[in-house]
Protein backbone atom coordinates (compact mmCIF):
# COMPACT_ATOMS: atom_id res chain seq x y z
CA UNK A 1 0.00 0.00 0.00
CA UNK A 2 2.82 2.55 0.97
CA UNK A 3 4.54 1.89 -2.12
CA UNK A 4 1.35 2.40 -4.27
CA UNK A 5 0.62 5.81 -2.58
CA UNK A 6 4.39 7.15 -2.47
CA UNK A 7 4.18 6.63 -6.27
CA UNK A 8 0.79 8.35 -6.31
CA UNK A 9 -0.40 4.98 -8.30
CA UNK A 10 -4.23 5.51 -8.84
CA UNK A 11 -4.96 4.11 -11.86
CA UNK A 12 -7.78 6.16 -13.96
CA UNK A 13 -10.43 4.56 -14.77
CA UNK A 14 -11.27 3.79 -18.54
CA UNK A 15 -14.98 5.71 -18.85
CA UNK A 16 -13.04 8.25 -17.49
CA UNK A 17 -9.62 8.58 -19.44
CA UNK A 18 -12.01 8.39 -22.93
CA UNK A 19 -14.20 11.71 -21.03
CA UNK A 20 -10.87 12.98 -21.04
CA UNK A 21 -10.29 12.09 -24.90
CA UNK A 22 -13.22 13.45 -26.16
CA UNK A 23 -13.08 16.87 -24.19
CA UNK A 24 -9.40 17.45 -25.50
CA UNK A 25 -11.19 16.38 -29.00
CA UNK A 26 -14.24 18.21 -28.76
CA UNK A 27 -13.24 21.66 -30.80
CA UNK A 28 -11.74 19.51 -33.74
CA UNK A 29 -7.98 20.08 -33.04
CA UNK A 30 -5.58 16.90 -33.66
CA UNK A 31 -2.27 16.01 -32.52
CA UNK A 32 0.06 13.41 -34.42
CA UNK A 33 2.39 12.59 -31.18
CA UNK A 34 0.85 11.72 -28.01
CA UNK A 35 2.66 11.60 -25.08
CA UNK A 36 1.87 9.72 -21.40
CA UNK A 37 4.21 10.87 -18.98
CA UNK A 38 3.19 8.21 -16.20
CA UNK A 39 1.48 6.04 -18.10
CA UNK A 40 0.59 3.37 -15.78
CA UNK A 41 -1.38 0.13 -17.12
CA UNK A 42 -2.14 2.28 -20.12
CA UNK A 43 -5.48 3.23 -19.81
CA UNK A 44 -4.71 6.76 -21.44
CA UNK A 45 -3.11 5.24 -24.50
CA UNK A 46 -5.61 2.47 -25.23
CA UNK A 47 -8.52 5.12 -25.29
CA UNK A 48 -5.98 7.40 -27.17
CA UNK A 49 -5.82 4.70 -30.27
CA UNK A 50 -9.55 3.88 -29.63
CA UNK A 51 -10.51 7.84 -29.93
CA UNK A 52 -7.57 10.20 -31.14
CA UNK A 53 -8.03 11.12 -34.01
CA UNK A 54 -5.11 11.74 -36.15
CA UNK A 55 -2.90 10.24 -33.90
CA UNK A 56 0.73 8.52 -35.49
CA UNK A 57 2.58 7.81 -32.70
CA UNK A 58 2.43 7.78 -28.86
CA UNK A 59 5.06 7.40 -25.84
CA UNK A 60 4.27 6.36 -22.65
CA UNK A 61 6.80 6.43 -19.98
CA UNK A 62 6.43 4.82 -16.53
CA UNK A 63 8.39 4.13 -13.17
CA UNK A 64 6.95 0.27 -12.43
CA UNK A 65 8.32 -2.19 -14.03
CA UNK A 66 5.06 -4.20 -13.87
CA UNK A 67 2.78 -1.75 -15.33
CA UNK A 68 5.79 -1.26 -18.18
CA UNK A 69 4.65 -4.88 -19.34
CA UNK A 70 1.06 -4.28 -18.96
CA UNK A 71 1.35 -1.41 -21.37
CA UNK A 72 3.63 -2.86 -23.67
CA UNK A 73 0.95 -5.17 -24.60
CA UNK A 74 -1.23 -2.66 -26.21
CA UNK A 75 -1.05 -2.77 -29.44
CA UNK A 76 -2.15 -0.90 -32.87
CA UNK A 77 -2.02 -1.58 -36.69
CA UNK A 78 -2.54 2.40 -37.17
CA UNK A 79 -0.55 3.80 -34.47
CA UNK A 80 3.63 3.22 -33.38
CA UNK A 81 3.35 2.72 -29.44
CA UNK A 82 6.95 3.20 -27.24
CA UNK A 83 6.34 2.30 -23.72
CA UNK A 84 9.79 2.87 -21.70
CA UNK A 85 10.47 1.90 -17.79
CA UNK A 86 11.70 5.83 -16.92
CA UNK A 87 11.90 7.90 -13.98
CA UNK A 88 10.15 11.41 -15.66
CA UNK A 89 12.33 13.06 -13.29
CA UNK A 90 15.69 11.68 -14.79
CA UNK A 91 15.67 12.92 -18.51
CA UNK A 92 14.41 15.96 -20.02
CA UNK A 93 11.25 15.05 -21.94
CA UNK A 94 11.37 17.30 -24.38
CA UNK A 95 15.05 16.28 -26.17
CA UNK A 96 15.40 12.53 -24.67
CA UNK A 97 12.62 10.99 -26.81
CA UNK A 98 12.92 9.86 -30.06
CA UNK A 99 10.14 10.83 -32.16
CA UNK A 100 9.35 10.36 -35.66
CA UNK A 101 8.08 12.92 -36.26
CA UNK A 102 7.86 16.82 -35.18
CA UNK A 103 4.55 16.91 -35.85
CA UNK A 104 1.90 18.70 -33.38
CA UNK A 105 2.52 17.11 -29.88
CA UNK A 106 -0.41 16.76 -26.89
CA UNK A 107 0.98 15.58 -23.53
CA UNK A 108 -1.67 13.35 -21.28
CA UNK A 109 -1.98 11.59 -18.56
CA UNK A 110 -2.02 11.61 -14.48
CA UNK A 111 0.95 12.21 -12.85
CA UNK A 112 1.30 10.97 -9.29
CA UNK A 113 -1.31 13.46 -7.01
CA UNK A 114 0.85 13.33 -3.66
CA UNK A 115 2.44 16.17 -1.39
CA UNK A 116 5.86 15.88 -0.99
CA UNK A 117 5.27 16.05 2.95
CA UNK A 118 2.49 12.91 2.34
CA UNK A 119 5.37 11.07 0.75
CA UNK A 120 8.14 11.91 3.60
CA UNK A 121 5.70 10.49 6.07
CA UNK A 122 5.69 7.45 3.61
CA UNK A 123 9.72 7.72 3.68
CA UNK A 124 9.21 8.01 -0.20
CA UNK A 125 11.74 9.51 -2.26
CA UNK A 126 9.75 10.26 -5.76
CA UNK A 127 11.14 13.14 -5.57
CA UNK A 128 12.50 16.10 -8.47
CA UNK A 129 15.88 16.56 -7.17
CA UNK A 130 17.73 14.77 -10.19
CA UNK A 131 19.86 15.52 -13.09
CA UNK A 132 19.71 19.48 -13.29
CA UNK A 133 15.89 19.61 -12.56
CA UNK A 134 16.30 21.38 -9.09
CA UNK A 135 17.64 24.56 -10.66
CA UNK A 136 15.06 24.75 -12.89
CA UNK A 137 13.59 28.34 -12.53
CA UNK A 138 10.42 28.05 -10.65
CA UNK A 139 11.01 24.47 -8.97
CA UNK A 140 13.70 25.76 -6.63
CA UNK A 141 11.11 28.15 -4.97
CA UNK A 142 8.48 25.28 -5.24
CA UNK A 143 10.37 22.79 -3.87
CA UNK A 144 11.90 24.89 -1.09
CA UNK A 145 8.53 24.99 0.57
CA UNK A 146 8.01 22.51 3.23
CA UNK A 147 4.56 21.02 0.84
CA UNK A 148 4.71 21.11 -2.60
CA UNK A 149 2.22 18.24 -5.14
CA UNK A 150 4.30 16.24 -6.87
CA UNK A 151 2.03 17.03 -9.61
CA UNK A 152 2.84 20.51 -9.65
CA UNK A 153 6.60 19.49 -10.42
CA UNK A 154 5.29 17.34 -13.24
CA UNK A 155 3.86 20.62 -14.73
CA UNK A 156 6.89 23.12 -13.91
CA UNK A 157 9.09 20.40 -15.52
CA UNK A 158 7.14 19.46 -18.56
CA UNK A 159 6.62 23.74 -19.27
CA UNK A 160 10.06 24.41 -18.65
CA UNK A 161 11.05 21.74 -20.79
CA UNK A 162 8.43 22.37 -23.71
CA UNK A 163 8.98 25.76 -23.54
CA UNK A 164 10.02 26.48 -27.03
CA UNK A 165 7.94 24.16 -29.00
CA UNK A 166 3.92 24.11 -29.74
CA UNK A 167 2.46 21.88 -27.23
CA UNK A 168 -0.79 21.14 -25.21
CA UNK A 169 -0.47 19.81 -22.29
CA UNK A 170 -3.34 18.18 -20.20
CA UNK A 171 -3.20 16.48 -16.77
CA UNK A 172 -5.47 15.38 -14.64
CA UNK A 173 -4.35 17.20 -11.02
CA UNK A 174 -5.83 18.94 -8.31
CA UNK A 175 -7.46 22.46 -8.63
CA UNK A 176 -5.05 23.91 -6.08
CA UNK A 177 -2.16 22.48 -8.68
CA UNK A 178 -4.01 23.83 -12.00
CA UNK A 179 -4.00 27.64 -9.77
CA UNK A 180 -0.21 27.49 -8.89
CA UNK A 181 0.79 26.37 -12.78
CA UNK A 182 -1.13 29.37 -13.98
CA UNK A 183 0.28 31.73 -11.31
CA UNK A 184 3.50 30.11 -12.42
CA UNK A 185 3.00 30.77 -16.54
CA UNK A 186 1.94 34.36 -15.53
CA UNK A 187 4.62 35.25 -13.31
CA UNK A 188 7.38 34.23 -15.70
CA UNK A 189 4.92 35.30 -18.94
CA UNK A 190 5.54 32.15 -20.44
CA UNK A 191 4.14 31.69 -23.69
CA UNK A 192 0.95 30.20 -22.88
CA UNK A 193 -2.16 30.42 -25.62
CA UNK A 194 -5.07 29.07 -23.75
CA UNK A 195 -5.66 27.21 -20.66
CA UNK A 196 -8.65 25.43 -19.29
CA UNK A 197 -10.09 23.52 -16.31
CA UNK A 198 -13.07 21.34 -16.07
CA UNK A 199 -13.81 19.59 -12.75
CA UNK A 200 -14.50 15.97 -12.65
CA UNK A 201 -15.70 14.34 -9.52
CA UNK A 202 -12.63 12.33 -7.85
CA UNK A 203 -14.73 11.07 -5.43
CA UNK A 204 -16.61 9.22 -7.88
CA UNK A 205 -13.96 8.31 -9.94
CA UNK A 206 -11.12 7.77 -7.21
CA UNK A 207 -12.91 7.70 -4.33
CA UNK A 208 -10.71 10.72 -2.74
CA UNK A 209 -12.44 13.64 -1.27
CA UNK A 210 -10.11 16.65 -3.35
CA UNK A 211 -10.89 18.93 -5.86
CA UNK A 212 -9.46 17.98 -8.80
CA UNK A 213 -10.05 18.32 -12.48
CA UNK A 214 -8.41 17.80 -16.27
CA UNK A 215 -6.34 21.22 -16.57
CA UNK A 216 -5.37 22.40 -19.96
CA UNK A 217 -2.85 24.75 -21.14
CA UNK A 218 -1.75 25.32 -24.76
CA UNK A 219 2.30 26.45 -25.45
CA UNK A 220 3.26 28.56 -28.47
CA UNK A 221 0.16 28.22 -30.35
CA UNK A 222 -0.71 31.73 -31.07
CA UNK A 223 -1.71 34.97 -29.12
CA UNK A 224 -0.87 35.25 -25.17
CA UNK A 225 -3.61 35.19 -22.88
CA UNK A 226 -3.29 34.42 -18.89
CA UNK A 227 -7.30 33.60 -18.41
CA UNK A 228 -8.36 30.43 -17.26
CA UNK A 229 -11.77 29.36 -18.55
CA UNK A 230 -13.47 27.09 -15.88
CA UNK A 231 -15.79 24.63 -16.41
CA UNK A 232 -17.67 22.84 -14.04
CA UNK A 233 -17.96 19.27 -15.53
CA UNK A 234 -15.88 17.39 -18.13
CA UNK A 235 -18.11 17.40 -20.75
CA UNK A 236 -19.82 20.71 -20.22
CA UNK A 237 -20.71 22.70 -23.75
CA UNK A 238 -19.66 25.64 -22.09
CA UNK A 239 -17.57 27.53 -19.90
CA UNK A 240 -19.08 28.26 -16.31
CA UNK A 241 -16.26 31.21 -15.37
CA UNK A 242 -12.75 32.58 -16.17
CA UNK A 243 -10.42 32.66 -13.77
CA UNK A 244 -7.37 33.97 -13.97
CA UNK A 245 -5.24 37.67 -13.11
CA UNK A 246 -5.53 41.25 -13.29
CA UNK A 247 -2.52 42.29 -12.61
CA UNK A 248 -0.62 40.14 -10.42
CA UNK A 249 -3.73 39.30 -8.57
CA UNK A 250 -5.47 36.20 -9.01
CA UNK A 251 -8.82 36.67 -9.68
CA UNK A 252 -11.47 33.21 -9.33
CA UNK A 253 -14.46 35.11 -11.58
CA UNK A 254 -12.79 37.67 -13.57
CA UNK A 255 -16.20 39.20 -15.01
CA UNK A 256 -17.54 39.18 -11.50
CA UNK A 257 -14.59 40.80 -10.35
CA UNK A 258 -14.66 43.93 -13.06
CA UNK A 259 -18.14 45.31 -12.04
CA UNK A 260 -16.30 45.44 -8.61
CA UNK A 261 -12.66 45.76 -9.07
CA UNK A 262 -12.88 49.17 -7.68
CA UNK A 263 -12.79 47.69 -4.67
CA UNK A 264 -9.49 46.30 -4.68
CA UNK A 265 -6.72 47.89 -2.50
CA UNK A 266 -5.05 47.93 0.42
CA UNK A 267 -6.73 47.87 3.92
CA UNK A 268 -5.88 50.82 5.71
CA UNK A 269 -6.98 48.43 8.85
CA UNK A 270 -5.03 45.76 9.84
CA UNK A 271 -6.17 42.55 9.70
CA UNK A 272 -4.85 40.23 12.59
CA UNK A 273 -5.46 36.27 13.01
CA UNK A 274 -6.69 34.61 16.00
CA UNK A 275 -4.84 33.33 18.72
CA UNK A 276 -2.53 29.91 17.91
CA UNK A 277 -0.96 27.63 20.63
CA UNK A 278 -1.49 23.90 18.89
CA UNK A 279 -2.85 22.43 22.29
CA UNK A 280 -6.43 22.92 22.15
CA UNK A 281 -6.45 20.11 24.85
CA UNK A 282 -4.35 22.47 27.55
CA UNK A 283 -5.47 25.73 26.60
CA UNK A 284 -8.82 25.59 25.70
CA UNK A 285 -11.31 25.03 28.12
CA UNK A 286 -15.12 24.48 28.91
CA UNK A 287 -17.09 26.39 31.22
CA UNK A 288 -20.09 23.96 32.61
CA UNK A 289 -21.85 24.38 35.88
CA UNK A 290 -19.11 26.97 37.55
CA UNK A 291 -16.68 24.61 36.63
CA UNK A 292 -13.66 24.24 33.76
CA UNK A 293 -12.77 20.93 32.33
CA UNK A 294 -9.72 20.84 29.64
CA UNK A 295 -9.82 18.60 26.75
CA UNK A 296 -8.83 15.79 28.88
CA UNK A 297 -12.23 16.20 30.63
CA UNK A 298 -9.88 16.97 33.71
CA UNK A 299 -11.55 19.44 36.20
CA UNK A 300 -9.10 22.66 36.06
CA UNK A 301 -8.68 25.65 38.80
CA UNK A 302 -6.71 28.67 37.60
CA UNK A 303 -6.87 32.44 38.17
CA UNK A 304 -9.79 33.65 36.14
CA UNK A 305 -7.68 37.12 34.93
CA UNK A 306 -5.67 34.52 31.97
CA UNK A 307 -8.83 33.15 30.11
CA UNK A 308 -11.01 34.51 28.00
CA UNK A 309 -13.63 33.81 25.71
CA UNK A 310 -13.30 31.77 22.83
CA UNK A 311 -14.88 32.56 19.34
CA UNK A 312 -14.15 29.40 16.98
CA UNK A 313 -15.18 29.73 13.23
CA UNK A 314 -18.24 27.41 13.79
CA UNK A 315 -19.66 30.74 16.29
CA UNK A 316 -18.62 33.58 13.69
CA UNK A 317 -20.93 31.20 11.16
CA UNK A 318 -24.01 30.82 13.89
CA UNK A 319 -24.12 33.99 16.38
CA UNK A 320 -27.30 35.65 15.83
CA UNK A 321 -27.73 38.64 18.49
CA UNK A 322 -25.52 38.38 21.45
CA UNK A 323 -22.18 35.66 21.88
CA UNK A 324 -22.54 33.08 24.42
CA UNK A 325 -19.14 31.18 24.56
CA UNK A 326 -18.72 27.70 24.62
CA UNK A 327 -15.46 27.99 25.43
CA UNK A 328 -12.20 29.70 27.46
CA UNK A 329 -8.92 30.22 26.43
CA UNK A 330 -5.80 30.70 28.21
CA UNK A 331 -3.78 33.44 27.41
CA UNK A 332 -0.11 33.20 28.69
CA UNK A 333 0.90 36.08 27.38
CA UNK A 334 -0.17 40.05 26.58
CA UNK A 335 1.89 40.07 23.59
CA UNK A 336 4.21 37.80 21.38
CA UNK A 337 7.64 37.27 22.72
CA UNK A 338 6.43 38.45 26.27
CA UNK A 339 7.99 36.71 28.98
CA UNK A 340 6.23 34.19 30.92
CA UNK A 341 8.57 33.11 34.00
CA UNK A 342 6.22 35.53 36.28
CA UNK A 343 3.25 33.58 35.89
CA UNK A 344 5.00 31.16 38.69
CA UNK A 345 4.57 34.33 41.09
CA UNK A 346 1.63 35.96 39.32
CA UNK A 347 -0.54 33.03 38.88
CA UNK A 348 0.47 30.03 40.93
CA UNK A 349 -2.40 28.42 39.67
CA UNK A 350 -1.94 28.74 36.37
CA UNK A 351 2.10 27.66 36.44
CA UNK A 352 1.04 24.67 37.89
CA UNK A 353 -1.30 23.33 35.36
CA UNK A 354 1.06 24.65 32.19
CA UNK A 355 3.63 22.51 34.25
CA UNK A 356 1.61 19.69 34.52
CA UNK A 357 1.10 19.80 30.61
CA UNK A 358 4.60 20.82 29.94
CA UNK A 359 5.32 17.46 27.99
CA UNK A 360 2.32 18.78 25.60
CA UNK A 361 3.36 22.67 25.67
CA UNK A 362 7.38 21.50 25.07
CA UNK A 363 6.46 19.12 22.42
CA UNK A 364 5.10 21.48 19.97
CA UNK A 365 6.30 21.06 16.60
CA UNK A 366 5.61 24.54 14.88
CA UNK A 367 9.37 26.23 14.35
CA UNK A 368 7.34 29.23 15.48
CA UNK A 369 7.36 27.67 19.36
CA UNK A 370 11.32 27.20 19.22
CA UNK A 371 13.68 29.66 21.33
CA UNK A 372 10.29 31.37 22.01
CA UNK A 373 9.41 31.52 25.77
CA UNK A 374 7.72 28.76 27.74
CA UNK A 375 4.56 28.04 27.58
CA UNK A 376 4.49 30.86 24.31
CA UNK A 377 1.23 31.44 22.09
CA UNK A 378 0.73 33.84 18.67
CA UNK A 379 -1.47 35.86 17.62
CA UNK A 380 -1.88 38.16 20.89
CA UNK A 381 -1.00 41.67 21.47
CA UNK A 382 -2.80 44.95 22.23
CA UNK A 383 -5.68 44.38 19.85
CA UNK A 384 -6.56 40.70 21.14
CA UNK A 385 -7.47 42.76 24.07
CA UNK A 386 -9.56 45.73 22.95
CA UNK A 387 -13.16 45.36 23.46
CA UNK A 388 -15.08 45.27 20.24
CA UNK A 389 -14.29 43.29 17.21
CA UNK A 390 -14.83 42.45 14.01
CA UNK A 391 -14.44 38.96 13.04
CA UNK A 392 -15.02 36.68 9.79
CA UNK A 393 -13.87 33.23 9.94
CA UNK A 394 -11.57 31.83 6.85
CA UNK A 395 -13.19 28.78 6.40
CA UNK A 396 -16.88 29.81 4.91
CA UNK A 397 -18.35 31.33 1.60
CA UNK A 398 -19.75 33.62 1.39
CA UNK A 399 -17.95 35.50 4.15
CA UNK A 400 -19.94 36.55 7.05
CA UNK A 401 -18.85 39.29 9.46
CA UNK A 402 -20.07 39.83 12.81
CA UNK A 403 -19.28 41.77 15.60
CA UNK A 404 -18.33 40.57 18.90
CA UNK A 405 -18.03 43.07 22.03
CA UNK A 406 -16.43 41.88 25.45
CA UNK A 407 -18.40 39.32 27.54
CA UNK A 408 -19.12 39.43 31.08
CA UNK A 409 -16.25 42.50 31.01
CA UNK A 410 -13.68 40.54 28.92
CA UNK A 411 -12.65 41.11 25.87
CA UNK A 412 -13.73 38.37 22.81
CA UNK A 413 -10.33 36.01 21.60
CA UNK A 414 -11.09 34.36 18.32
CA UNK A 415 -8.98 31.13 17.44
CA UNK A 416 -6.54 31.03 14.43
CA UNK A 417 -9.25 29.84 12.21
CA UNK A 418 -10.78 33.62 12.05
CA UNK A 419 -9.55 37.14 11.31
CA UNK A 420 -10.80 40.11 13.11
CA UNK A 421 -10.34 44.20 13.18
CA UNK A 422 -10.05 45.25 16.91
CA UNK A 423 -11.83 48.71 18.25
CA UNK A 424 -12.17 50.90 21.37
CA UNK A 425 -15.20 52.22 20.15
CA UNK A 426 -18.71 49.85 19.34
CA UNK A 427 -20.06 52.19 16.72
CA UNK A 428 -17.13 51.98 14.88
CA UNK A 429 -17.38 47.75 14.67
CA UNK A 430 -20.65 48.03 13.75
CA UNK A 431 -19.80 50.84 10.81
CA UNK A 432 -16.77 48.68 9.42
CA UNK A 433 -18.89 45.11 9.99
CA UNK A 434 -22.15 47.04 8.13
CA UNK A 435 -19.16 48.17 5.09
CA UNK A 436 -17.98 44.20 4.78
CA UNK A 437 -21.24 43.34 4.67
CA UNK A 438 -22.25 45.30 1.84
CA UNK A 439 -23.92 43.21 -0.99
CA UNK A 440 -20.35 44.78 -3.20
CA UNK A 441 -18.22 43.40 -0.91
CA UNK A 442 -19.32 40.10 -0.90
CA UNK A 443 -18.98 40.28 -4.69
CA UNK A 444 -15.58 41.64 -4.34
CA UNK A 445 -14.79 38.27 -1.72
CA UNK A 446 -16.60 35.83 -4.02
CA UNK A 447 -14.61 36.84 -7.10
CA UNK A 448 -11.52 36.59 -5.59
CA UNK A 449 -11.68 33.55 -3.83
CA UNK A 450 -12.06 29.83 -5.04
CA UNK A 451 -15.02 28.16 -2.94
CA UNK A 452 -12.74 24.74 -3.00
CA UNK A 453 -9.59 26.43 -1.07
CA UNK A 454 -9.70 24.90 2.17
CA UNK A 455 -9.65 28.05 3.46
CA UNK A 456 -10.85 30.78 0.95
CA UNK A 457 -10.64 33.67 3.45
CA UNK A 458 -7.14 35.09 4.40
CA UNK A 459 -5.14 38.09 6.07
CA UNK A 460 -4.17 38.95 1.94
CA UNK A 461 -7.77 38.13 0.59
CA UNK A 462 -9.02 40.70 3.39
CA UNK A 463 -6.71 43.23 3.60
CA UNK A 464 -7.67 43.62 -0.63
CA UNK A 465 -10.75 45.27 0.47
CA UNK A 466 -10.63 48.50 0.14
CA UNK A 467 -13.14 49.64 2.66
CA UNK A 468 -13.62 53.55 1.29
CA UNK A 469 -14.38 52.59 -2.12
CA UNK A 470 -17.83 51.03 -0.42
CA UNK A 471 -18.11 53.51 2.38
CA UNK A 472 -18.43 56.54 -0.96
CA UNK A 473 -21.06 54.23 -2.25
CA UNK A 474 -23.21 53.81 0.13
CA UNK A 475 -25.54 56.68 2.30
CA UNK A 476 -26.01 56.45 5.97
CA UNK A 477 -29.20 55.03 5.99
CA UNK A 478 -28.16 51.81 3.73
CA UNK A 479 -25.13 51.46 6.05
CA UNK A 480 -27.99 51.63 9.24
CA UNK A 481 -30.19 49.15 7.67
CA UNK A 482 -27.23 47.23 6.69
CA UNK A 483 -26.31 46.78 10.37
CA UNK A 484 -29.82 46.40 11.49
CA UNK A 485 -30.76 43.19 9.46
CA UNK A 486 -26.89 42.03 9.86
CA UNK A 487 -27.13 42.32 13.77
CA UNK A 488 -30.75 42.44 14.63
CA UNK A 489 -29.38 45.36 16.46
CA UNK A 490 -31.06 49.05 15.67
CA UNK A 491 -27.35 51.27 15.15
CA UNK A 492 -27.51 54.66 14.47
CA UNK A 493 -24.50 55.81 12.80
CA UNK A 494 -23.86 59.49 13.22
CA UNK A 495 -23.52 61.28 9.67
CA UNK A 496 -20.62 63.63 11.55
CA UNK A 497 -18.86 60.82 13.19
CA UNK A 498 -18.76 58.42 10.54
CA UNK A 499 -17.20 61.44 7.57
CA UNK A 500 -14.60 61.90 10.10
CA UNK A 501 -13.69 58.18 10.40
CA UNK A 502 -13.33 58.34 6.69
CA UNK A 503 -10.04 59.03 6.98
CA UNK A 504 -9.33 55.62 8.61
CA UNK A 505 -10.81 53.82 5.10
CA UNK A 506 -8.20 55.77 3.19
CA UNK A 507 -5.37 53.51 0.73
CA UNK A 508 -2.49 52.62 2.83
CA UNK A 509 -0.09 53.25 0.55
C1 LIG B 1 -2.07 8.57 -10.76
S1 LIG B 1 -1.22 7.18 -11.48
C2 LIG B 1 -1.82 7.34 -13.10
C3 LIG B 1 -1.41 6.31 -14.05
C4 LIG B 1 -1.87 6.55 -15.46
N1 LIG B 1 -1.31 7.79 -15.96
C5 LIG B 1 -3.35 6.59 -15.55
O1 LIG B 1 -3.87 7.70 -15.76
O2 LIG B 1 -4.02 5.59 -15.37
C6 LIG B 1 0.44 7.80 -11.50
C7 LIG B 1 1.44 6.88 -12.15
O3 LIG B 1 2.69 7.55 -12.12
C8 LIG B 1 3.71 6.58 -11.93
N2 LIG B 1 4.89 7.32 -11.45
C9 LIG B 1 5.07 7.83 -10.21
N3 LIG B 1 6.25 8.47 -10.15
C10 LIG B 1 6.82 8.38 -11.37
C11 LIG B 1 8.05 8.86 -11.90
N4 LIG B 1 8.91 9.55 -11.16
N5 LIG B 1 8.31 8.61 -13.20
C12 LIG B 1 7.44 7.89 -13.95
N6 LIG B 1 6.26 7.41 -13.50
C13 LIG B 1 5.96 7.65 -12.22
C14 LIG B 1 3.08 5.63 -10.94
O4 LIG B 1 3.72 4.37 -10.94
C15 LIG B 1 1.64 5.56 -11.44
O5 LIG B 1 1.47 4.51 -12.37
Partial sequence: MSKRKILGDFQTPVQLARNVISRLYADGLQWERILEPTCGQGNFIRVCIEQAAGVREIIGLEIQQSYVEQSKRIRSELVRISIYQQDIFDINLATSLQWNTLSPLLVVGNPPWITNAEQGRLNGKNLPGKSNFQRLSGLDAITGKSNFDIAEAVWLKLIHEFVGEPVTIALLCKTSVARRVAQFVLDRKLPVNSMSLYHIEAQRWFNVAVDAGLFRLDLNQGEISYDVAEYDNLLDASHTRTFGFYGNNIVADLDSYRQVADLEGTSQLIWRQGVKHDAAKVMELTYRDSVLTNGYGDLVDIEKDYLYPLLKSS?????????????????????????????????????????????????????????????????????????????????????RFVVVSEYQGKPVLSDDTCYSLSFDEEWMAYLVCALLNHPKVSQFLASITFSDSKRPITKGVLERIKLNAVYKQVNIDQLTNCATTSFGASVNFDRTNVDKQLQLFEDRE
Fill in 315 to 399: DVQSISSGFVPRKYVIATQKKVGQQTLHLRDTAPKLWRYLNLHADQMDSRKSSIYKNAPRFSMFGVGKYSFQPYKVVVSGFYLPA
